[in-house]
């Protein structure tokens, strides 16, 4: 019966797709294969927008794209339920078949929810913002979010929100793990998009490696936000199949360098201790 239900989950999609090449929907030219990319990064608009809503002429800017292409591909998003369309707004915002990819994409993967009672602990007793992140492209993305009860935090963080991958705690944290090949080819990534502040950015990515090879963890004042304090430890899963960063931020006034200090090596015990539940097969299905 599993195995007869296991067919029938396989045969779903291929059957969806079946239908939508037979009634014109879709098809296997270079065309299609363009707009798929396309559609993809309009979707990935969103996910990097930190509001929720957002309307044809916003989503062209984002995405560099003619305003009548970005309007068919918002259309075509729509007609399949990756997007919805307020009416009373004249606004998009992600549909539910973007839920059901992403929980498809999380289901499998326990280490959330290993990190996350040690994310609750951090954010409670210190009063932060504590989070797991990882890198996608340029960016940093959080995968797994605590806030404290008493919150001081003034930007807000959710999973899925972005931030930079240079000039921040939690991205100088993974560049400290991360094999030399991927460093060099992201330093000449970054080096491209940040030319006017690419120096100070530099010196300030070296500066925290320098730091995880000292202390394990890293610190960052007042960096991408004049007003948020920020500190984290990389986290490697092993065989370093994947790096991630432990990482909490606050107001700067509330966030001091003595308390960086302490959540520094926080992060860093919980680090080994996840590494170590991970190696012992704790964090597999």
């Not at 939690?170 to 330093?187: I, M, S």
């Not at 000449?188 to 320098?210: D, F, P, T, V, Y």
Request: charged share 25%; net charge neutral; aromatic share 6%.
């Amino acid at each position: 019966m599993v195995n007869d239900m296991n067919d029938l989950d396989a045969e779903l999609p291929r059957e969806r797709v079946r239908r939508r090449r037979k009634s014109g929907e879709i098809s296997d030219d270079r065309d299609f294969v363009n707009a798929l990319g396309r559609g993809l990064i309009v979707l990935e608009a969103f996910s990097a927008s930190n509001e929720i809503w957002l309307n044809g002429m916003e989503v062209a800017e984002r995405v560099d794209l003619p305003k009548p292409t970005t309007s068919r591909l918002l259309q075509a998003l729509r007609s399949q339920g990756y997007l919805y369309y307020s009416p009373g707004r004249r606004q998009y915002r992600l549909g539910a078949s973007v839920l059901s990819l992403g929980f498809a994409a999380r289901e499998p993967f326990s280490l959330g929810d290993l990190v996350k009672p040690y994310l609750r602990e951090l954010a409670d007793e210190y009063n932060v913002h504590a989070s797991l992140a990882a890198r996608d492209r340029l960016d940093m993305i959080e995968l797994e979010v605590c806030h404290s009860v008493n919150t001081l935090m003034t930007l807000r963080l959710e999973v899925g929100s972005r931030i930079p991958l240079a000039g921040t705690a939690t991205g100088h944290a993974l560049f400290a793990a991360l094999p030399d090949v991927e460093r060099d080819y992201l330093f000449e990534r970054l080096r491209e998009r940040h030319q006017k502040h690419w120096a100070e950015l530099e010196a300030s990515i070296n500066i925290g490696r320098r730091e995880v090879e000292d202390v394990g963890y890293t610190t960052a004042s007042a960096s991408w936000n004049t007003d948020i304090n920020g500190v984290a430890a990389p986290l490697i899963l092993p065989g370093g199949a994947s790096v991630y960063a432990l990482a909490c931020g606050a107001p700067a006034r509330h966030l001091t360098q003595a308390k960086q200090r302490k959540i520094g090596q926080r992060l860093v015990e919980i680090a080994r201790m996840l590494e170590e539940q991970l190696r012992s097969g704790a964090g597999t299905r």
